[in-house]
Nanobody, 117 residues
Framework: QVQLVESGGGLVQSGGSLRLSCVAS????????MSWYRQTPGNERELVAVMRSSGGSKTYADSVKGRFTISRDNAENTAYLEMNMLTPEDTAVYYC??????????WGQGTQVTVSS
């Protein structure tokens, strides 16, 4: 059974840090681009960061550049999102996504991140 399970969300004060984890099972995520998205009520899901399977290049949304870092451990089938200098504007449900070049697309169930001012 294919699954992506996120963890690490929670409540943190402005300026704080959190590390999100995304454990993949049922497939080898080393062949997939791994991404983190976030969504707030009434808004579309937005891309936060992506790390490509080929070459490991990374792309970040302008709003998180310099504060967030995406990484992956292919041996552990896990992707991470290190979030620093958090602000209330980062409050959202964060989703892990795995996407392959042949069209497979998987989502996790999401983890809530709440940043208090």
């Amino acid at each position: 059974q294919v699954q992506l399970v996120e963890s690490g969300g929670g409540l943190v004060q402005s300026g704080g840090s959190l590390r999100l984890s995304c454990v993949a099972s049922g497939f080898s995520h080393s062949y997939y681009d791994m991404s983190w998205y976030r969504q707030t009520p009434g808004n579309e899901r937005e891309l936060v960061a992506v790390m490509r399977s080929s070459g490991g290049s990374k792309t970040y949304a302008d709003s998180v550049k310099g504060r967030f870092t995406i990484s992956r451990d292919n041996a552990e089938n896990t992707a991470y999102l290190e979030m620093n200098m958090l602000t209330p504007e980062d409050t959202a449900v964060y989703y892990c996504n795995a996407h392959s070049t042949w069209g497979r697309n998987y989502w996790g169930q999401g983890t809530q991140v709440t940043v208090s001012s």
